[in-house]
Nanobody, 127 residues
Framework: QVQLVESGGGLVQAGGSLRLSCAAS????????MGWFRQAPGKEREFVAT????????DYTDSVKGRFTISRDNAKNTVYLQMNSLKPEDTAVYSC????????????????????WGQGTQVTVSS
């Protein structure tokens, strides 16, 4: 079992930055592909970013490319999402997720590919 806890959300003005953290316990994250997803009010949860187990590969949804950066520190069992140039449409609850890849370098963008989820952290961007 992997337990995930997100932090770092908050209220920020448009154009500002936030860094989200996802701390894991229970298992080492080095075997897991990690992802960030978000869900805005009244909308379905959507993929934001993913990173392979070593951090060598990443992928992003088009709307955040060039603004968001996913990274990980396996020694600290933590994954990060640096969000710059935030827009009001980035307002959502952001959740991290883990998928066991059994030591294979893989990227996942589908939420049904992830077995473990955090509770989420609210990000609100004011205009």
């Amino acid at each position: 079992q992997v337990q995930l806890v997100e932090s770092g959300g908050g209220l920020v003005q448009a154009g500002g930055s936030l860094r989200l953290s996802c701390a894991a316990s229970g298992r080492t994250l080095s075997s897991y592909t990690m992802g960030w997803f978000r869900q805005a009010p009244g909308k379905e949860r959507e993929f934001v970013a993913t990173i392979s187990r070593t951090g060598r590969s990443t992928d992003y949804t088009d709307s955040v490319k060039g603004r968001f950066t996913i990274s990980r520190d396996n020694a600290k069992n933590t994954v990060y999402l640096q969000m710059n140039s935030l827009k009001p449409e980035d307002t959502a609850v952001y959740s991290c997720a883990a998928a066991n890849t059994y030591l294979v370098e893989r990227l996942f963008s589908g939420e049904n590919q992830y077995a473990y989820w955090g509770q989420g952290t609210q990000v609100t961007v004011s205009s």
